[in-house]
């Protein structure tokens, strides 16, 4: 048998001109230079060889400066998002074999027995990497929007890096990204990993940052790419700060993005390349979306190529060499089917000669026995010229069994005599669109709508 390659670890994939390009949040600044060539970990990193370690810190920089550390030496590295509840990691660490934490907070992991825990120090000091041949890590992630026990998600470092290279606009400078995303969830690792191994930098976000202050920050430091779910952008659209930034590069995804948002995008970015990506924790990333237009070409199922879909019973299913390895843990369901499709759970209707997302599999509502998508009801709602954003919901109703109800934000304080008129011209609007079933029974006018740290709407309210 042929022998295999020796797998390139991260930190031999950085590529060059590393004094020059740099990971910062609000209070520090490293450059891949000092990251390549030294150790947040007291250069105990080879301790952790081949062993099972999660990476819990406070900060996204010192999770990122902990990657590129540990990729080729750990056998798995398991990125703890910042939203893990305490009730979960006894779980994770058994699903997940971890034998090895590092963390910015010790006590609580050693409290749940594990014998191995390293507190890493940012910025770095220098030392050589181990002298040892190094090793395909498994990198494991935690899937969003799941309750209860948590999923995890393994994949390899070629996988994740699978859709890197020649998809944005060349530069003369070497682009600097940033997001909205959180590193340790898939759409914002998919961005750090870019900004590494395609020649560029990155900004990160502090935990607890003012919006604005957050987006001034981008514009002090010069950001020309950078990615959110629609939900980011819509916060990000009404925020003063907004006006001072012109990005070159601007990406979608995570969830449905709608025209509304599309539009709202381009007229805040005139000059930028605006589009929205697919992707997914399990069937990793799918395709990207550049015509300015919501849905996707119809074209795109059953094309051959290195991401093959198809639609079953309405669903999206996608076949990737991206996607991940599989489910870890006892009891683990199965990720693919036995054509190594992935059941994105994503419903798609097409309309002509376009495919557009109308919702989760998870999420319809059931009115009198008919069934109603959130997303396509709050697309709807998003049209109106004085809608920023929307959250639809079921309440409860002793005819139906549930109505449809929806939160608005709107783009400007309302005054309070225009109220009634502007709920009933949002619903003037649905009802061009919808059928009525789907119109909302009660519209509510609110001052914001809850973000998860996932960057999704937070659906699970009354």
């Keep these: 048998m042929p022998s295999q390659p020796e797998p390139r670890p991260l930190v031999a994939r950085l590529g060059q001109r590393l004094a020059e390009r740099s ?17 947040i970990l007291g250069g105990r990193a ?28 750990a056998r798995r590295i398991l990125l703890a998002p910042p939203d893990l509840a305490a009730e979960h990691r006894a779980a994770v660490i058994e699903d997940a074999g971890i034998d090895a934490v590092a963390t910015d907070d010790p006590d609580a992991w050693r409290a749940l027995g594990v014998g191995t825990v390293l507190v890493p120090d940012v910025p770095p000091v220098p030392a050589p990497r181990p002298d040892r ?40 400078a070497a682009p600097v990204w940033a997001t909205f995303y959180d590193i340790r969830r898939y759409g914002g690792l998919q961005i750090l ?13 502090a935990p607890g940052e003012d919006l604005a202050e957050h987006i001034a920050r981008l514009v002090r430091c010069g950001v020309t790419h950078i990615s959110g779910t629609p939900s980011h952008w819509r916060k990000a659209l009404m925020s003063s700060a907004i006006g001072a930034f012109r990005p070159g590069y601007v990406r979608l995804s995570g969830e449905i993005a709608d025209q509304a948002v599309l539009d ?9 390349s605006i589009g929205h990506a697919y992707a997914s924790t399990e069937a990793g990333v799918g395709f990207a979306v550049d015509d300015g237009l919501e849905g996707f070409p119809a074209h795109y199922v059953g094309r051959p190529g290195p991401v093959e879909m198809k639609v079953v019973d309405g ?3 996608i076949r990737s060499r991206r996607a991940a390895l599989g489910y870890v843990g006892d009891g683990a369901s199965a990720l693919m089917d036995a054509d190594g499709f992935v059941d994105t759970g994503d419903m798609v209707e097409q309309r002509g000669d376009r495919f557009h997302f109308v919702g989760r599999r998870g999420g319809i509502i059931n009115v009198g026995g008919l069934k109603v998508h959130p997303e396509e009801v709050e697309a709807a709602i998003n049209r109106h010229p004085l809608v920023r954003m929307s959250r639809v919901k079921a309440r409860k109703s002793p005819i139906t069994g549930s109505i449809v109800v929806a939160d608005v934000v709107l783009t400007r304080p309302a005054d309070p005599s225009e109220v009634a008129g502007l709920k009933a011209e949002i619903l003037a609007g649905c009802r061009e669109t919808l059928p009525g079933h789907k119109i909302p029974a009660l519209i509510a006018i609110v001052p914001a709508i809850e973000v998860a740290p996932s960057g999704k709407l937070v659906r699970n309210v009354a």
């Design 46 to 73: 080879g301790d952790l060889a081949g062993r099972s370690v999660l990476i819990a810190t406070a900060t996204q920089l010192a999770a990122a400066m902990a990657l590129v550390e540990l990729d080729g030496l």
């Design 264 to 272: 709202g995008l381009r007229q805040t970015f005139p000059d930028a």
């Design 315 to 317: 669903v999206l299913h």
């Design 23 to 39: 990971l910062s949040d609000a209070s520090r600044t490293v450059t891949l230079a000092a990251m390549a060539g030294g150790t």
């Design 133 to 172: 041949p190094p090793v395909a890590t498994e990198w494991l992630m935690l899937t969003s929007g799941t309750t209860g026990r948590p999923k995890i998600v393994a994949h390899t470092l070629d996988a994740l890096t699978g859709a890197i290279g020649g998809d944005a606009p060349s530069a003369a």
């Design 193 to 205: 990993l870019r900004a590494l191994i395609a020649g560029g930098s990155l900004v990160l976000s």
